[in-house]
């Protein structure tokens, strides 16, 4: 019999949290060219219209840059539903908005929860979740983005044709319902095993995880809070100057676009090692190790002794809850 709460249903259920970020990124498409949008705002064009547009860029970049502190300290779960609280807020004042300054304002507190949401799902996913599954795990993410435009994109389709300001303000107050549902759901799962382990409350930490895998690592919520503001960073620079770009250069802008997919490809290629069937804890020595990252491609494993002997201390429940963890240094020389 399949247990109601494993590392799937528990995976599925936080991904709702990618389903506001699909809200998100469509959240304008099917609204800016309806005649009710543009005569109740005063048909915004051009910098008025990305900075609205943008406004939900510039609240997530400063979520992520907080998802880092508000992570580690309140945990990876108890923050994800302050990010919710922040949504409902955020889709509240968009669906009240009287004029473009509140509108900003909605999407600015909305874009707060994207931040944080973005960057702490993927790391509550993948800190739960046996490397061999951790890819699938926390592709569940990016399907949830794709689904909440989708939904998203029906909805605003749905409401094209109401005759009054529901056009858009229905949308924006629909929005609340996964983030209301999320919050609540949030109480009956388990905390981050990885978050426990940091603060020594050991007796937590077995649920819910294969035991090679309950070493934390420190600073993983602050790199991936980094890497998802400069996200942010560049999104809102995106929706600020791609209104006036377009009317400038037109069809030249996507060829822009195709430019820097390629930049990225041979990027991704020559620099990023593997980390398929890796566990989180080996990821140091995969990018310190100083080898060409090619060679991350052939599967070959470097020796972690400090890691097995952990693993099989838990495996056998003779784990010392009181003896002193390793330092960082210790653990280094020990691996070599």
Known sequence: MVRLLNVYTISSFVALGGVLYGFDVASMSGIVGTHQYKAYYGNPLGATQGCITGAIAAGSLVGALCSAVLGDWMS???????????WCVGASLQAASNGVALLIMGRIVAG????VTSALIPIYQSEIAPRKIRGRIVSLQHFAIC????????????CSFLDSQAVFRLPWALQTMPAILLFIGLFWLPRSPRWLASKDRWDEVLQWIYPPEIVPLRIRAKTVSFSTATNWVTSFALSV????????IRWHVFVIFGCLNVAAFIHVWFVLPETKQRTLEEMDEIFEHGDPAWRSFTG????????DTLAREIEQDKLDMH???LSARRCRIERS
């Open 76 to 86: 990876r779960k108890v923050a994800i539903q302050l990010g919710t609280i922040a």
């Open 112 to 115: 707060f929860c994207i931040g």
């Open 147 to 158: 689904l909440g435009i989708l939904i998203q994109y029906f909805v605003q389709y749905g």
């Open 241 to 248: 100057a791609l209104p006036p770009l377009l009317r400038a």
């Open 300 to 307: 070959l494993r470097y020796k972690t002794s400090h890691l």
């Open 323 to 325: 003896r002193p963890r």
